[in-house]
């Protein structure tokens, strides 16, 4: 079975600082993709970004990056600078890389960027 | 980006009556989309994939006569909601997966539904 787990349900950070979200996964498989989606209030779910599980580089989207160990099935993600509108929730997701392509997402994190 | 058009964004109907709820794929096709559940402050639920063509494939618990899914083109998913009840009261989002591109999808803006 595939699992996902946010333990942290709210955070918040001042504006222009920088928060660093948890993600822990657990599988069996190999071959997958993590992503972290935002939900801001209007419920669109917005990509913020991917990481292959086979790349070892970390990866990065402007004031977004992300802490992918694979050994500990971590994956954090990190925004810098934050800003108003990175206000949200966050949902961390798993995606195995070969079968019917269905994300497994995690609980979420609601995020707050006070002024 | 791609866009995946979700609508209506909101519905509310008497219970006993159905709703459709349709999904669009814009500006690519999609040979597979995903059918969500969202109860509030809570994470998105897979309800079941609809592959263009074929039978939905259905997650355990979920009621396939209680929810229809109809996929009858590469770029329109629709799910039927029938004999709403006011326990089918949440928020429904579609995703839609790149034909070839298996580990891209857009996700739509979603549906609130409520059953009075």
């Known amino acids: 079975a595939q699992t996902v787990t946010q333990s942290q349900p709210e955070m918040s950070v001042q504006e222009a600082e920088t928060v660093t979200l948890s993600c822990t996964y657990d599988?069996?498989?190999?071959?997958?993709?993590l992503f972290w989606y935002k939900q801001p209030p209007s419920r669109q779910m917005i990509l913020v970004i991917r990481?292959?599980?086979?790349?070892?580089q970390n990866a990065t989207e402007n004031r977004f990056s992300v802490n992918f160990q694979k050994a500990a099935k971590s994956f954090s993600l990190k925004i810098s600078d934050s800003q108003l509108g990175d206000t949200a929730m966050y949902f961390c997701?798993?995606?195995?890389?070969?079968?019917?392509?269905?994300?497994?997402f995690g609980t979420g994190t609601s995020l707050t960027v006070i002024p | 980006g791609a866009v995946v058009s979700q609508h209506p964004s909101r519905v509310i109907c008497k219970s006993g009556t159905s709703v459709k709820i349709e999904c669009r794929s814009l500006?690519?096709?999609?040979?597979?989309m995903f059918w969500y559940r969202q109860f509030p402050k809570q994470s998105l639920m897979l309800m079941a994939t609809?592959?263009?063509?074929?039978?939905?494939?259905?997650e355990q618990g979920v009621e396939k006569d209680k929810f229809l899914i109809n996929h009858a083109s590469l770029t329109l998913s629709t799910l039927t909601v029938t004999s709403a009840h006011p326990e089918d009261s949440s928020f429904y989002i579609c995703?839609?997966?790149?034909?070839?591109?298996?580990?891209?999808?857009?996700f739509g803006a979603g549906t609130r539904l409520s059953v009075l």
């Open positions: 995703s839609a997966r790149v034909s070839g591109v298996w580990n891209i999808q857009y």
């Open positions: 609809s592959n263009e063509g074929s039978k939905a494939t259905y």
């Open positions: 997701a798993f995606m195995i890389g070969y079968t019917g392509n269905q994300f497994y």
């Open positions: 990481q292959e599980a086979y790349k070892q």
């Open positions: 500006d690519f096709q999609a040979t597979t």
């Open positions: 599988t069996s498989e190999n071959n997958y993709y």
